[in-house]
């Protein structure tokens, strides 16, 4: 495997300089303590963690995999004892709720530490990273019993926590699901059917696993509306907090996959497994969407780590490996040949990844500091930073898995031959970040929510949020120096707001139109998010070089990574736009019976 170095200076750019957090979060009620100190202390002893015992982990849960019993699933080696020193540090509890004995820092530095721990080993990651969703769902939606009884120990790490939405016969429509839940006289419910495609659903790191589960009370409405939601813990729990009697619930088998093979992928037997609601009865999908709204972020950083972990290793082997010469003349006059950065593709190739990273990790954090704002800002603030996180959510996810998914494809190219084979690692990051395009929404999925929902179902509203935020940038950044990257920015939002109108327009006669454009509409408008917050890394790299007066080479990177991306990947948004208005004929039109002969 390549080795991993956290990028901690990178991080520090984007959290002290980019978003100045520190001064965000002196605004934010219970955030003040969050310093820059502090959260760089944080970051760096992350790193530590991450670099040292994690990463090395990586191949070894790969090529060990999961081993299933009926006595249950066996992690790979060191796996077990790495979660042990994570609880130990108290990683677990970074974000969460004081009251309920999280450390309660805010989610940007929780989710610096999800992208470190995801591109050291994501397979690992995904055990301790499926508990904030269930921590989220449980801190917003449960009762106080309910968070005095789940709540301590999934923010502990003593337990972990899943979501259980799959069926065999379901994947995204949920409408169909049909696992039953039946009053019990005790106020509980029996729980009964099939989950699978469970990630973490069943291991021997914890003493627990507290599973979110969806299901149909007795003469629920059809479809979305009759859905509740449920807390099924793997093993009963006694008043007193402690684990108690082995519930209902068994893992039958886990999933032989492409990647991730150091996490186990479970179907679910649920045979009477006692549940308790929780929320209200029949509104468990919008209860569950503030489990997937923390899972879809968590798998954009996802597509973020595979980006970083992918880019490491192929700059490390294009500054070592020798093939033939440089266009220009040889740069490596003593050896037999130049190292291939020299070549004009694999630079390309390089650059894309480091330009998609480096983009994605200002969204990503942004993200995560709008999370901060909706949690503990003002009301009008906090309504302003949702319905920004509403609009943007969709795009993290799909765009930076997609994009994550060309950077890993991109290590591969750049190692050659050698990046087919095993031993280099480049093809695991491959297999491992393929998944992240499929679940919590696949592409099209999350292009439909945000060409349906947020963008045409708000008459617009959601996009001119953002729109509004590229105006005030660049209305407040006219030199000169920053016209190429201002002038390119406002064109593109102002073709954002017509294609937008077009795409409406065709829809209201023919819906299949907003269909037919959904995913390049949502490939279009991460190309132009991307473009936002490389302008505003540009401009403050100018200005910090401008006022400079030792080492500028980190700024000076930061511009030449920016004119890449300004000049090199949003120029895709050209084909895009002409895919999307193309219309839906040219794929409605042919009979099914037509489409093989």
């Known amino acids: 495997m390549p080795d991993y170095k956290a990028p901690l200076r990178d991080i520090g750019f984007v959290v002290n300089e980019v978003l100045e957090a520190e001064k965000v979060f002196q605004t934010l009620p219970g955030y003040e303590e969050a310093s820059t100190d502090l959260m760089d202390a944080i970051a760096a002893e992350g790193a530590k963690f ?27 080696a060191g796996f077990k004892e790495a979660y042990q020193q994570y609880v130990d540090n108290g990683w677990p509890s ?44 449980i801190e917003e939606h449960g009762t106080e019993e309910q968070k005095q009884k789940y709540l301590t120990k999934l923010i502990s790490g003593e337990w972990t926590g899943t979501m259980c939405l799959t069926e ?23 729980i009964t059917g099939q989950k699978i495609f469970i ?28 859905i509740s ?33 150091g996490n186990a992928t479970c179907v679910l037997n649920f045979d009477g497994a006692k549940g308790y609601l929780i929320g209200p009865e029949n509104r468990g999908l919008n209860c569950m969407f503030t489990f997937m709204n923390t899972a879809r972020i968590g798998t954009a950083a996802q597509g973020l780590s595979h980006m970083e972990q992918s880019f490491q290793g192929a700059l490390t082997y294009a500054k070592e490996r020798l093939a033939m010469r440089s266009l220009t003349g040889p740069k490596n006059a003593d050896g037999p040949a130049d190292p291939i950065i020299v070549h004009p593709d694999v630079r390309k190739m390089l650059l894309t990844q480091k330009a998609f990273a480096e983009g994605s990790r200002a ?47 991109h290590g591969v190219q750049i190692f050659g031959g050698h990046g087919f084979i095993s031993e280099w690692g480049m093809e695991q990051i491959v297999r491992d970040c393929r998944i992240a395009m499929l679940y919590e929404g696949t592409t099209g999925i999350q292009a439909m929510d945000l060409i349906g929902r947020k963008v045409l179902g708000s008459g617009g509203k959601m996009l001119l949020n953002f729109t509004t935020m590229i105006d005030e940038l660049c209305q407040a950044n006219s030199a000169e120096e920053d016209k190429p990257f201002i002038d390119a920015l406002n064109a593109k939002k102002d073709e954002w707001l017509g294609v937008s109108m077009q795409i409406g327009e065709a829809a209201m006669s023919n819906p299949d139109e907003a269909g037919s454009a959904a995913v390049d509409y949502l490939m279009y408008s991460g190309y132009i998010t991307l473009a936002y917050f490389w302008a505003k890394m540009a401009i403050i790299a100018r200005q910090k070089i401008a006022a400079a007066d030792d080492d500028t080479s980190f700024y000076e990177a930061k511009l030449m990574t920016a004119q890449f991306y300004f000049e090199r990947l949003l120029p895709r948004t050209e084909s895009l736009k002409t895919t999307m208005l193309a219309g839906a004929d040219n794929l409605m039109q042919m009979p099914e019976e037509m489409f093989a002969f």
């Open 168 to 190: 065999s016969h379901c994947g995204s429509d949920l409408g169909l699901l049909r696992t039953k839940a039946e009053p019990n006289a005790d106020g509980s419910y029996a």
């Open 199 to 226: 990630s973490a659903g069943e291991h021997d790191m914890t003493d627990n696993i507290v599973h979110i589960v969806l299901a149909r009370l007795p003469d629920a409405p059809e479809g979305t509306k009759g």
């Open 363 to 409: 969204f990503l954090l942004y993200l995560a500091m709008l999370g901060d704002i909706v949690d503990k800002g003002a009301e009008e603030e906090a309504k302003n930073a949702d319905d920004l996180m509403s609009l943007l959510t969709p795009i993290a996810k799909a765009f930076m898995t997609e994009t994550g998914y060309e950077a890993a494809n």
């Open 94 to 137: 970074l974000s969460a709720d004081v009251d309920y004995g999280g450390q309660g820092m805010p989610n940007l530095v929780g989710i610096v530490n999800t992208e470190m721990v995801g591109s050291a080993n994501w397979s690992w990651g995904m055990y301790p990273g499926l508990s904030h969703g269930a921590v989220k769902t």
């Open 229 to 261: 939601l449920f807390i099924v813990p793997k093993m009963n729990v006694n008043d007193d907090g402690s684990v108690g009697e082995r519930n209902g619930v068994y893992c039958g088998s886990i999933e032989h996959k492409m990647g991730i093979h």
């Open 50 to 76: 991450c670099e040292e015992v994690l990463q090395p982990l990586n191949r070894v849960g790969d090529e060990e995999g999961c081993t299933w019993s009926e006595e249950g699933v066996t992690t790979p």
